[in-house]
């Protein structure tokens, strides 16, 4: 997406929810993102019965049943409760994540695309320091580095989320800043803050609000992956990548520990990819009235 | 084919800025760690310390001194190849990375070779009929890529290969190319699948764009309608030109496997350099983190620009800026 097909189609909101109405794909990842999302909510407030905690020695790795729909645990807890409460914690962790690199990275960039000489050469330097390191990397870098709880693994991740939103934010913003409206806007002596916030904000949304949908499924994979290491959420609480780290030696005598959190994870991420190709497309003005 | 050299040494120039703010990105953020290097790697037992223990300890790692001395002898001592010293292994940083490295590169070679056997075949189905079954086909094997996390498939294939056919090779202690390169080439294969795999499908999803967007422009008409043959017109008009984007993000994912195969390592035993860092954190060794995470962004950096320069040279647009 390009600053000139911004600028020429001003985005209009009816259209683009059409858009992404019609996508069965996007659809169908919204579905399967808000099923995910219902059951986890419904667990955290206690409607689906069981605690994700609580250990129950007699009934230690069943099989699934009518009263454990993804059987137990090596403790005896509910898998499916422990699977829910994993997406809720996933979700908290990518919504907080993204949702701050979002917020910061953005108004940094359009700070460096507008202003551009000092305050872009601090922001883009920055920018470069922390695109040098492979995201996966800092993530655990910096996750080891801090005491651990499901905050400080949002804050890692939204570290490395911030440098792409301010290069997603920085390029279009300094291309509006060419464009005649901003340019009268600043000749005409309004304040840089009502320019930003008024002008040029608004007509960089589009390119932020695709840019969020698409981060949030690798941020859900970033956590999984850290969990993995024995770098996410601490124990006991539940985490889709320490269930299946933990299901890997009793993979052979209870293949639904691995095979549950398994197969909601890629449905998270498979769900989440699905929505944001469909936002991007929604978004795209050169898909527009096709 | 010249390479345009101002291009490059500004490049050049700009990556040994980027490089210095990574040393000082990597310093403080050691620094930020609860405690200091000397309780957070003793844990517990740093409370038994007498004061002149700690203060001992203290002058022996340096940390007594002003923080910016201790950052230019960090880095002076990175200069001149001294990476620190690992106390868990007994050996330099400097011989566990040059060990590591080569184990890391193996992989993140074989690993690219997989994924473009994989994407670009895939991304030219899909991009030969956009909207039929195979384009279908092809976008699924691409989404499921990009969905499954590395650290499943690997634990899916370790586990089922091993129990039902007995396949294990990684369970053996690691041999190297140059010993044993049949062992070698058995351990580094579900670890390459695995990677390959998943980098398939950002490679697969460029191709099909990359071929899509060029098909549709006016010179490819231009050439159908002189008579070049349908397959000459396919490989050299169309791939060729489509061939830039490929290689930009190959190369970025050559970048990231340098440094964001932790997991696969970890998983399939390979000691790479992405292990020796998780192997670091676990021991709270952080020497070894600090030393290996900026070998780590060095050589994510220079990949990074040697794929710039390579896509300088092969697009003719930018060569001629």
Excluded at chain 1, 14 to 26: F, N
Excluded at chain 2, 206 to 226: G, I, N, Y
């Amino acid at each position: 997406m390009t600053v000139e097909m911004l600028v020429d189609t001003p985005p209009r909101g009816g259209q683009r929810l059409r858009l992404l109405l019609h996508s069965r794909s996007g659809m169908a990842g919204l579905v399967v993102v808000c099923l995910l999302l219902i059951v986890a909510v419904a667990q955290a407030v206690g409607l689906l019965g069981y605690n994700p905690l609580t250990q129950v020695p007699g009934i230690r790795l069943q099989g699934p049943t009518a009263a454990h729909w993804f059987g137990t645990d090596q403790f005896g807890r509910d898998v499916f409760s422990r699977v829910a409460a994993g997406v809720a914690n996933t979700a908290r962790i990518a919504l907080v994540a993204v949702g701050a690199a979002a917020l910061v990275g953005t108004l940094l960039g359009v700070v460096a695309g507008f202003f551009l000489k000092g305050p872009d050469a601090v922001i883009s330097g920055v920018t470069n320091v922390l695109f040098a390191f492979p995201p996966l990397l800092l993530a655990l870098s910096l996750a080891s580095v801090m005491e651990r709880n499901w905050f400080t693994v949002a804050v890692a991740i939204a570290i490395v989320y911030v440098p792409i939103f301010i290069r997603v934010a920085r390029g279009p913003v300094m291309s509006l800043r060419g464009i005649e409206y901003v340019r009268a806007a600043i000749s005409s002596g309004q304040s840089r803050l009502m320019i930003m916030l008024r002008h040029v904000l608004p007509n960089i949304t589009s390119i932020v609000i695709v840019q969020v949908s698409l981060s949030l499924s690798w941020a859900v994979l970033t956590e999984a992956s850290l969990s993995f290491l024995g770098l996410g959420t601490p124990p006991p609480a539940p985490s889709l990548g320490s269930m299946i780290y933990e299901a890997r030696t009793l993979v052979y005598v209870a293949p639904w520990t691995m095979i549950a959190p398994g197969v909601v994870v890629v449905l998270l991420v498979v769900g989440l990819n699905l929505l944001g190709d469909g936002l991007r497309d929604a978004f795209d003005p050169r898909k527009r009235g096709t | 084919m010249s390479i345009p050299w101002r291009g490059v040494i500004r490049r050049i120039l700009s990556m040994l800025g980027t490089l210095l703010g990574v040393a000082v990105f990597v310093f403080i953020m050691l620094r930020a760690i609860p405690g200091n290097q000397i309780t957070a790697g003793l844990g517990t037992e740093a409370a038994a310390l007498t004061p002149e223990q700690r203060a001992a300890l203290e002058a022996y790692y340096g940390i007594d001194k002003p923080l910016l001395g201790q950052f230019f002898t960090w880095i002076g001592n990175v200069l001149t190849g001294n990476l620190g010293f690992s106390s868990r292994s007994q050996v330099s940083v400097l011989s566990l990375t040059l060990n590591a490295l080569p184990v890391t590169f193996e992989l993140a070679v074989l690993s690219i070779v997989l994924a473009l056997l994989i994407g670009i075949p895939l991304g030219m189905l899909s991009a030969s009929k956009p909207d039929s079954p195979r384009d279908a086909i092809g976008q699924l094997i691409g989404l499921a890529g990009l969905s499954v996390p590395s650290f499943l498939l690997a634990s899916a294939l370790l586990t089922i290969l091993s129990a039902k056919f007995g396949f294990n090779p990684n369970g053996e202690a690691y041999a190297t190319l140059t010993e044993d390169p049949v062992r070698n080439l058995r351990q580094m294969l579900l670890p390459s699948l695995t990677l390959g795999f998943g980098i398939a499908a950002p490679i697969m999803r460029t191709t099909r764009t990359a071929l899509l967007e060029v098909r549709s422009q006016d010179f490819v008409r231009t050439a159908r309608a002189k008579g070049v043959g349908m397959r000459r017109l396919q490989v050299r008009h169309i791939l060729g030109n489509a061939l830039v984007p490929i290689v930009t993000i190959t190369g970025l994912q050559f970048g990231y496997l340098l440094g964001g195969a932790v997991v696969v390592e970890q998983i399939f035993s390979l000691p790479g350099i992405g292990r020796q860092v998780l192997i670091g954190i676990q021991g709270k060794e952080y020497a070894v983190v600090q030393s290996t995470v900026l070998v780590i962004a060095l050589l994510f950096v220079v990949v990074n620009l040697l794929t710039d320069i390579l896509y300088r040279i092969i697009d003719p647009r930018v060569r001629a800026e």
